[in-house]
């Protein structure tokens, strides 16, 4: 593998979208993993503003019918946050592991299957 000293092009992921057929059960869960309630709330559109990124939940999946990538979250106690979305109505798909160097990683599911991961290191 070669370095480049081109700088980067990406600014990181600012907008993930979640298709969701119940929006007010999604809504619970995202409001708990992001701890923030939406900065956009319409029957066709929830939005949360998170540490400079757009988190959009679209019912349906919108026109384009749209899936959703796994995307990990760094937490800081990744038990407290399981916790905190397994009581909002997640679903634990891959309980907490240590996959080296300290790191921590899980999987929970929400209302609709989506797979959320959280991430943690020590």
């Given amino acids: ?34 701890g923030t309630q939406p900065s956009t709330d319409e029957s066709y559109y929830v939005g949360f503003e998170a540490e400079g990124q757009h988190i959009g939940l679209v019912p349906g999946g919108g026109p384009q019918g749209l899936t959703s990538p796994v995307a990990y979250w760094h937490v ?10 397994t009581a909002a109505g997640a679903i634990v798909k891959d309980a907490a592991s240590d996959v080296g160097g300290g790191r921590l ?4 599911t929400d209302p609709d299957g989506n797979v959320l991961g959280i991430l943690q290191d020590r």
Avoid at 2 to 31: E, F, N, Q, R
Avoid at 77 to 83: F, G, R, V
Avoid at 105 to 108: E, F, K, P, Q
């Fill in 1 to 34: 593998m070669t370095s480049s000293s081109t700088p980067s092009t990406t600014l990181g992921i600012k907008t993930v979208l979640h298709p969701v057929s119940d929006l007010a059960k999604a809504k619970a869960v995202y409001a708990a993993l992001l």
């Fill in 76 to 85: 800081t106690d990744i038990e407290a946050k399981l916790a905190e979305l």
């Fill in 105 to 108: 990683v899980a999987t929970v």
